[in-house]
């Protein structure tokens, strides 16, 4: 990081500062609601010069120490309170990894506000329905994003241009909120007495219809977080690279997690793999999450080699094939496979057995692409049949790896609600009722039952959950359950495949088929240059080996690219409209 760069005066924290929020009257001494902003306040106290926060490949790079960002996330918290936001309010945040949303994920808690995470690649009219939905009453957005906010807006602006610098709209505003403080410090703002508030707010895809908002809770985030510091074994001498968008299922709490191990943190605007590789070989990197679409992009960049010391990948948003598993292996990159929902992200990990070490590559990542037990602060993941006709009860399937249920979960890491939708909320969770309750004028309401996935999977005899595939994914063909991971996981061992998704096609005769579109890799283009009718008789004959006969892809279509999300979640609902077509 360059040396000339300062914070601004504003961010400058006084010497000595009280790090404790004003305690609520009335808890009791052996009470302590939890809450995630505890953690920014506990590494300034204990480790206020350590370098928390580097944002490096822009135009204006800055770099921020734990006392220091706490002084600007106290900054924030003051400037919302100025500008009237309320506890409960919901506050809009657009933007890509930088200091910004960053700031939010702790600045935000601070005012008892609600931080409302929306995707940046969203289209504008999809932004203005959650604007709308959420009834955020403040918007901070980054300046490469402002063309998707509404025109006409009656809620006020707040537009970084990511310079960290005096005169940066932004700055300015954290300047007028530590004005506004009068230098009361943390103890001018209260804890937020209830841990079951609402601590984020971030909408799905809406694949399947309008998007809905996710609502978790203080105690949900606060217990996430440790679980993902926990597991993925995150400490002092971490640095995190931020490849994953903290908007998405707000990072998948790593905000906070990052912050409880006292990492520092290094953020990306863009998922950039030669930028990536620059850090993996030069700042000393240590941890990153990241899609399977991503690790495969990572594996196969120019710049991938044996990196000097391990680097740990946390992988969720759909199953490693064991391929890339091995893969990424191979070159130094230890794979932490984890799996979760959009909601706080991960809950299980797939824990490895000594056993395995004995194990040839092959048999050894087939283990690993298991999504395992469940996290040390959640609860029951359980696989349960499909239910009967007007019975909600939960009946587990036999732990023989083979019979396929639904999981579904419930505890600490599941969240509270769909934001004003009760009929989704209710539909979302079974074996239970979802009761509603007025208390002091709020409309409360939980639910007594699990939370329903919509994954389909078994369980081993050890205990350990394995993904057959998505509900909707599944292919019906001849009568027969194809599962598309489990052909994507076979079609992914062919050694000219770079990246694979398979969905159903109609077939006159069998109903469904799989429809596989591939992405070659670099060094088999050439090989395959015309030759695509080619390739497709090779890689069903390479299936047929593999996979039962209704489980072959009837097509194979070779393609440049796959759709999409911004955590590189492959878009089926973008292919079958393609096959729809055909």
Request: hydrophobic share 40%.
């Amino acid at each position: 990081m360059p040396s000339t760069f300062s914070p601004t005066p504003a961010s400058i924290p006084p010497k000595s500062p009280r790090l404790a929020l004003r305690q609520p009257k009335g808890l009791p001494a052996n009470f302590q609601p939890l809450n995630p902003l505890q953690f920014i306040l506990r590494a300034a106290e204990i480790y206020p010069d350590k370098l928390a926060l580097v944002h490096s490949d822009v135009k204006y790079p800055v770099h921020y120490s734990f006392a220091v960002w706490c002084q600007r996330i106290q900054n924030l918290a003051y400037a919302l309170i100025q500008a009237g936001i309320n506890p409960g309010d919901r506050v809009a945040v657009i933007a890509p990894n930088s200091p910004l949303i960053a700031d939010a994920h702790h600045g935000v808690l601070a005012a008892q506000a609600v931080p409302c995470l929306i995707n940046t690649r969203l289209k504008p009219s999809e932004v203005a329905y959650i604007l709308d939905h959420s009834a955020s009453s403040i918007i901070l957005v980054d300046h490469e994003y402002t063309h998707l906010l509404p025109p006409t807006l009656k809620v006020r602006v707040i537009v970084s241009n990511d310079t960290g610098r005096s005169g940066d709209p932004y700055e300015e505003f954290l300047s007028s909120g530590r004005a506004y403080s009068q230098e009361r410090g943390w103890a001018g703002l209260e804890y937020n007495p209830d841990e079951n508030a609402p601590a984020t707010l971030c909408y799905t895809s809406g694949t399947t219809g309008r998007p809905k908002g996710v609502v978790t809770t203080l105690r949900g985030s606060y217990l996430a977080a440790v679980a993902n510091a926990y597991e993925s074994r995150i400490h002092l001498e971490s640095t995190y690279l931020w490849i994953l968008p903290m908007f998405h299922a707000a990072g998948w709490t790593f905000p906070w997690a990052n912050v409880f191990g006292f990492a520092t943190q290094i953020t990306l605007r863009t998922v950039d793999y030669p930028l990536i590789w620059k850090h993996f070989l030069n700042s000393a990197v240590t941890h990153y999450c990241g899609a399977p679409t991503v690790q495969i992009g990572i594996v196969n960049d120019p710049a991938a080699k044996r990196l000097p010391r391990p680097i740990s990948a946390i992988v969720a948003g759909a199953a490693p094939t064991a391929s890339l598993i091995a893969s990424l292996e191979k070159i130094g990159i230890q794979p932490i496979h984890v799996y979760g929902l959009t909601q706080y992200g991960p809950f299980t990990r797939n824990f490895a057995q000594p056993s395995w070490a004995s194990l040839s590559p092959q048999d050894r990542s087939t283990f690993m692409a298991r999504q395992g037990h469940p996290f040390a602060t959640a609860q029951d993941a359980r696989v349960v049949h499909p239910p009967k006709d007007g019975d909600d009860t939960l009946v587990d399937v036999p732990r023989d790896g083979k019979t396929v249920g639904e999981i579904v979960t419930r505890g600490n890491i599941v969240m509270k609600e769909y934001f004003r939708d009760p009929e989704a909320t209710a539909k979302a969770f079974r074996g239970g009722e979802i009761d509603f309750y007025h208390i002091l004028h709020k409309l409360i309401f939980w639910s007594t039952g699990s939370f329903n996935t919509g994954d389909l999977a078994v369980i081993h005899p050890d205990g350990a959950i394995a993904i057959v595939d998505r509900s909707k994914d599944i292919i019906i063909s001849g009568g027969e359950n194809a599962s598309s991971l489990a052909i994507e996981q076979e079609l992914a061992s062919h050694p000219c495949v770079l990246e694979v998704s398979v969905v159903a096609r109609n077939h006159v005769k069998w109903g469904e088929r799989p429809h596989a579109f591939v992405i070659l890799r670099p060094k088999s283009i050439a090989k395959w240059k015309g030759r695509h009718d080619a390739f497709e008789k090779e890689l069903k004959a390479h299936a047929k080996g593999r996979l039962p006969g209704f489980a072959c892809p009837e097509w194979v279509q070779v393609v440049d690219e796959l759709p999409k999300t911004s955590t590189g979640k492959i878009l089926k609902v973008d292919l079958r409209k393609i096959v729809a077509k055909l």
